[in-house]
């Protein structure tokens, strides 16, 4: 992900709520904090991403060594992971696109955001509705793209290209439903593959550091 870009304007005076806009605000809870806190937009991403590391670094969530079973809560704490990690996308368009723009890093920020939604979609990460809302017109919008550009039915993951939301402009919304060309069953060692590649799980772990902020 692409925080970094914004991370210098996001500041406890600038963001002192970590929202989607003006309809969504999220509170930090995790294992330490029974009670969820009210905490500014970088606040939360500080915490979410030690959080994310603490879950990369758990050996029992995610195995390096062959044979090793995988959790029978494995898929519930990978969704919890991408539904937390999609608060910080939303908090990006919501409150930060501007400077997106005025950088000119919207094309990657769609582009990144655009991969972490197929991956989502794919092997069903976030199945809440109403978790993906804050974004959803932006989602439809980008799928929709893919669909018309590439020929494809929407329900099939498609190569991933840089985009500008000024494109998807006079795209006609889509829908996309909940249970879209879901899998059947989840494929752990896939998922978890998959969730390695995407966010350079592999070359983070083993180095014992904090996931570089940038990066989700
Ligand atoms: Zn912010």
Known sequence: MVYGIVAESCTHAGCPVMCAGPNYEYAWADGLNTRPMAVSAPQYVGFLMRWVQGQLD???LFPTQPGIPFLPDFYSRVQT???RLFRVYAHIYHSHLELVVALGAEPHLNTCFKHFMYLVRE??????PKELEPLQTLINQLFHHDAIKYNTPLGVTMAIVPE?????SS???ATMTANESRPNALAADQLDA????TNGIASARGRGGVLPVPIL
């Open 58 to 60: 758990d050996e029992r």
């Open 81 to 83: 992971i991408f539904r």
């Open 123 to 128: 092997f069903d990460l976030i199945p809440n």
């Open 164 to 168: 500008t939301t000024a494109n998807l």
């Open 171 to 173: 795209v006609q919304a």
């Open 194 to 197: 998959s969730l390695r590649a």
